[in-house]
């Protein structure tokens, strides 16, 4: 978790994480303020095609990619999204 908030603190606030289960420790253990990212469990279809609208990068922990697909059907890495390590 220490690695995933000290890449987290690099990041600019209008990015988005996505963490799925690190979501909660993340939250719990960064520095939250308004210069943070926004961490998000898993992202759907809505949440990426506003965040895209917005010009809004997001990252991905790269062990959740086969989760966010199973559950939403998105492969964060097809559509571009970055790996936060």
Same mark, same amino acid.
């Given at each position: 978790? =220490?690695?995933?908030?000290?890449?987290?603190?690099?990041?600019? *606030?209008?990015?988005?994480?996505?963490?799925?289960?690190?979501? *909660?420790?993340?939250?719990?253990?960064?520095?939250? %303020? =308004?210069? %943070? *990212?926004?961490?998000?469990?898993?992202?759907?279809?809505?949440?990426?095609?506003?965040?895209?609208? /917005?010009?809004?990068?997001v990252y991905y922990l790269p062990e959740v990619l086969g989760f966010n697909q199973q559950i939403h059907?998105? /492969?964060?890495?097809? =559509?571009?999204?970055? *790996?936060?390590?």
């Open positions: 978790v =220490e690695e995933i908030n000290r890449a987290a603190a690099k990041l600019s *606030p209008k990015s988005i994480i996505v963490a799925a289960w690190w979501q *909660p420790q993340i939250q719990v253990t960064a520095a939250n %303020s =308004e210069e %943070s *990212p926004l961490c998000v469990y898993l992202l759907d279809s809505t949440m990426l095609k506003q965040a895209k609208a /917005d010009s809004i990068t059907g998105i /492969d964060l890495s097809e =559509e571009g999204l970055v *790996p936060l390590l």
